[in-house]
């Protein structure tokens, strides 16, 4: 699937790994906020869009709460949040 190699080229030019551990946690917190808010404030979304949401929130805070993971799997975590998220907003 080519979305698998846009995304981490986009994480990559957006110095996500190059970020410290503390600014990664907030970049994480401040994209669980939003994808929370999306999901409040949209109450026509399908059932599927609701399940990919989820999915995406299920993800961020497992990544949120592990710690010890190397950058290759913050990463790999990363990518399947973006690719569902590719999927919502098409």
């Not at 190059?18 to 907030?26: E, G, I």
Request: glycine share 2%; charged share 25%; proline share 1%.
């Amino acid at each position: 699937m080519q979305e698998d190699i846009f995304f981490p080229k986009i994480i990559t030019h957006l110095n996500f790994l190059d970020m410290s551990r503390l600014k990664q946690s907030h970049s994480i917190d401040n994209l669980i906020t939003d994808l929370q808010t999306i999901q409040q404030n949209q109450c026509s979304l399908s059932e599927q869009d609701s399940k990919t949401l989820n999915e995406a929130l299920r993800i961020l805070n497992v990544l949120k709460r592990k710690k010890g993971r190397t950058n290759e799997q913050i990463l790999s975590e990363i990518v399947k949040v973006f690719n569902l998220l590719a999927k919502f907003f098409r």
